[in-house]
């Protein structure tokens, strides 16, 4: 098994220090560190604490060899969609569990109606299984590495237009993406 404690408290935001301190009872930042490099068993006692501490449910802090953990894989800037340097586990909202390809893009810069620090949560589906998405916002892979994300405003056969969001923005269109992710849900914090 391998422990995602770090890939999470990282996309919280907590230091190794607030993990402990959240814990009941508290800990240690070391004592935490041990746990999340593996210098020490992670017991079930441990990922109740751990888990309860992060706010999210225990099984999330380990995952298999052979599991398929949904992926950060772009975020959104001024610039448009961008690739991120190295993908990274995403946390995996309970919801959305049923078996589907998951991907998630991480929003870093207003466009549109999102607001910087929202994550979009967007199920991937083959090409050919997406003619239902005409208006709806999309992910779609681009040649070498890219990404374009916007409304699906039109497909014919293999080509896809996209318009991305915010004002005086231009079409993209991408012949035969590798597939296309729907958008199903918004988490914004609070």
Same mark, same amino acid.
């Given at each position: 098994?391998?422990?995602?404690?770090?890939?999470?408290?990282?996309?919280?935001?907590?230091?190794?220090?607030?993990?402990?301190?959240?814990?009941?009872?508290?800990?240690?930042?070391?004592?935490?560190?041990?746990?999340?490099?593996?210098?020490?068993?992670?017991?079930?006692?441990?990922?109740?604490?751990?888990?309860?501490?992060?706010?999210?449910?225990?099984?999330?802090?380990?995952?298999?060899?052979?599991?398929?953990? $949904?992926?950060?894989?772009? =975020?959104?800037? %001024? *610039?448009?969609?961008?690739?991120?340097? &190295?993908?990274? @586990? +995403?946390?995996?909202?309970?919801?959305?569990?049923?078996?589907?390809?998951?991907?998630?893009?991480?929003?870093?810069? $207003?466009?549109?109606?999102? =607001?910087?620090? %929202? *994550?979009?949560?967007?199920?991937?589906? &083959?090409?050919? @299984? +997406?003619?239902?998405?005409?208006?709806?916002?999309?992910?779609?892979?681009?040649?070498?590495?890219?990404?374009?994300?916007?409304?699906?405003?039109? =497909?014919?056969?293999?080509?896809?237009?996209?318009?991305?969001?915010?004002?005086?923005?231009?079409?993209?269109?991408?012949?035969?993406?590798?597939?296309?992710?729907?958008?199903?849900?918004?988490?914004?914090?609070?």
């Amino acid at each position: 098994m391998i422990n995602r404690i770090r890939d999470i408290r990282k996309e919280k935001g907590m230091t190794l220090a607030e993990v402990g301190a959240a814990c009941n009872p508290a800990t240690t930042a070391q004592t935490i560190g041990r746990l999340e490099t593996g210098m020490r068993n992670l017991s079930l006692a441990w990922m109740n604490r751990i888990g309860a501490a992060l706010g999210v449910d225990p099984e999330l802090l380990v995952k298999g060899e052979e599991a398929s953990v $949904p992926m950060v894989v772009a =975020r959104l800037t %001024d *610039q448009g969609a961008e690739a991120l340097t &190295r993908p990274r @586990d +995403a946390i995996l909202p309970t919801q959305l569990v049923d078996g589907a390809q998951l991907v998630c893009l991480s929003i870093e810069a $207003p466009q549109g109606e999102y =607001r910087s620090g %929202d *994550q979009l949560w967007m199920r991937q589906l &083959r090409l050919e @299984d +997406a003619a239902h998405l005409i208006n709806r916002d999309v992910l779609a892979p681009r040649s070498g590495g890219r990404y374009a994300f916007g409304r699906l405003i039109d =497909r014919q056969g293999s080509m896809v237009a996209l318009l991305p969001p915010g004002m005086g923005q231009r079409q993209i269109v991408i012949d035969r993406p590798a597939w296309l992710a729907v958008a199903e849900m918004l988490v914004r914090k609070l």
